[in-house]
């Protein structure tokens, strides 16, 4: 059984950081592009962070470029997205997912349930 919990979400003031991390099991965590996405209230979800499989290459949102970095622990099966200076507009529920192509998050993708990021100015 297919499993992301994500953790590490809560509520910082502006400027802050927080570092999320995303527990995989049930599949076999280094053979799936991860990702993250955020969801504001009233708002799309959003992609915020990619990283491949076996060369590890990231792509990142331009709202979060040179803030956030997403990284992955392939023998702990944990995804992890580090936030610094974070900003108001970053308030969202922050979700993981798991695909065995990275463009294949929203059709074919395993999620979390999300956690909450609150930053205030």
């Known amino acids: 059984q297919v499993q992301l919990v994500e953790s590490g979400g809560g509520s910082v003031q502006a400027g802050g950081s927080l570092r999320l991390s995303c527990a995989a099991s049930?599949?076999?965590?280094?053979?799936?592009?991860m990702a993250w996405f955020r969801q504001a209230p009233g708002d799309e979800r959003q992609e915020v962070a990619i990283?491949?499989?076996?060369?590890?290459?990231?792509t990142y949102a331009d709202a979060v470029k040179g803030r956030f970095t997403v990284s992955r622990d392939n023998a702990k099966n944990t995804l992890y997205l580090q936030m610094n200076s974070l900003k108001p507009e970053d308030t969202a529920v922050y979700s993981c997912?798991?695909?065995?192509?990275?463009?294949?998050?929203?059709?074919?993708?395993?999620w979390g349930p999300g956690t909450q990021v609150t930053v205030s100015s």
């Open positions: 990283i491949d499989i076996m060369d590890r290459s990231t």
């Open positions: 997912a798991a695909a065995i192509r990275c463009d294949w998050f929203r059709d074919h993708g395993y």
């Open positions: 049930g599949f076999r965590f280094d053979a799936y592009c």
